[in-house]
């Protein structure tokens, strides 16, 4: 006989945000929803290019992943945590597709 879980279910029709995938904040335009994950240093394997300024993001750093909530993980993109912060005055620097 199955036991049933006590435990919440996920409200129905909200999408599986907050645990699972991080939380929301508005990306660089200010007009769309972004998915934003902390990576912690340690978990920080590769290098990566920041696109608020254009410089390497270099391994055991701790960093932002952020992506359009409409656009899908595909098109995440690793930021420097304070370039993440200034996204809305500093713009990127180059088109990302
Ligand atoms: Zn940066």
Not at 7 to 33: F, L, N, W
């Amino acid at each position: 006989m199955p036991r049933r879980k006590p435990r919440q279910d996920r409200h129905s029709g909200s999408r599986p945000i907050g645990d699972v995938y991080g939380r929301t904040e508005a990306g660089p335009r200010g007009d769309e929803t972004y998915i934003v994950r902390t990576v912690p240093g340690a978990r920080a394997l590769k290098s990566y290019r920041c696109p608020g300024c254009d410089h390497q993001i270099t391994p055991g750093v701790a960093h932002i992943v952020a992506w359009a909530a409409e656009g899908g993980e595909d098109d995440r993109r690793h930021w420097h945590q304070g370039c993440w912060n200034g996204r809305r005055t500093r713009g990127i620097t180059r088109r990302w597709s």
